[in-house]
T-cell receptor, first 116, second 109 residues
Framework: GAGVSQSPSNKVTEKGKDVELRCDPI?????LYWYRQSLGQGLEFLIY????????KSGLPSDRFSAERTGGSVSTLTIQRTQQEDSAVYLC??????????????FGPGTRLTVL | SQQGEEDPQALSIQEGENATMNCSYK?????LQWYRQNSGRGLVHLIL?????REKHSGRLRVTLDTSKKSSSLLITASRAADTASYFC?????????FGKGTSLLVTP
């Protein structure tokens, strides 16, 4: 596609429910990233995929968060037993190669998650 | 932490004026990138400056980097109302971009 797409654009859920957020990267991009932006905060790095593997999961805030990427393309970020502090905009980005000093990350429009 | 810290937090200017935003970071970097975020277009990459570069231009944007002071600046010349947005610097030292809270720029006609 022309850019990174994410779905849903908005998600409202009740505390304790599980949610799945989807990211479709730019075709041909091998690297994929998830970030989280809370109200009034900067963007917090969550996880990075190179192909289907995730060399760095250190940014995931708790074991309720997990992510996978299949076929070197689509990625899903899953949050189990959601808490109110999980409310944020979840942004996905992709880049051509990853780990390069000149690699530009292209961001999707984000999924706004609200946990009631 | 590589997290960039932008200064000022908010900036209000009139169309035609120049806007300068500053960024500081803590440790060594490969490059530093600037992004813009507004409600209409999401997060957009503006410019990348490598650690061995001191200045870079792109259209009305001018970025400087001083690795000895661990600081960078973004200058927007002849600002327009459409430049109204939040601007983030992101020190890059591997693969993750470490954004700060950004500078909120308001350009009034």
């Amino acid at each position: 596609g022309a850019g990174v797409s994410q779905s849903p654009s908005n998600k409202v859920t009740e505390k304790g429910k599980d949610v799945e957020l989807r990211c479709d990267p730019i075709s041909g991009h091998t690297a994929l990233y998830w970030y989280r932006q809370s109200l009034g905060q900067g963007l917090e790095f969550l996880i990075y995929f190179q192909g289907n593997s995730a060399p760095d999961k250190s940014g995931l805030p708790s074991d309720r968060f997990s992510a996978e990427r299949t076929g070197g393309s689509v990625s899903t970020l899953t949050i189990q037993r959601t808490q109110q502090e999980d409310s944020a905009v979840y942004l996905c980005a992709s880049s051509l190669e990853g780990r390069l000093s000149t690699d530009t990350q292209y961001f999707g429009p984000g999924t706004r998650l609200t946990v009631l | 932490s590589q997290q960039g810290e932008e200064d000022p937090q908010a900036l209000s200017i009139q169309e035609g004026e120049n806007a300068t935003m500053n960024c500081s970071y803590k440790t060594s970097i490969n490059n530093l990138q600037w992004y813009r975020q507004n409600s209409g277009r999401g997060l957009v990459h503006l410019i990348l400056i490598r650690s061995n570069e001191r200045e870079k231009h792109s259209g009305r944007l001018r970025v400087t980097l001083d690795t000895s002071k661990k600081s960078s600046s973004l200058l927007i010349t002849a600002s327009r109302a459409a430049d109204t947005a939040s601007y983030f610097c992101a020190p890059y030292s591997g693969y993750a971009l470490n954004f700060g809270k950004g500078t909120s720029l308001l350009v009034t006609p």
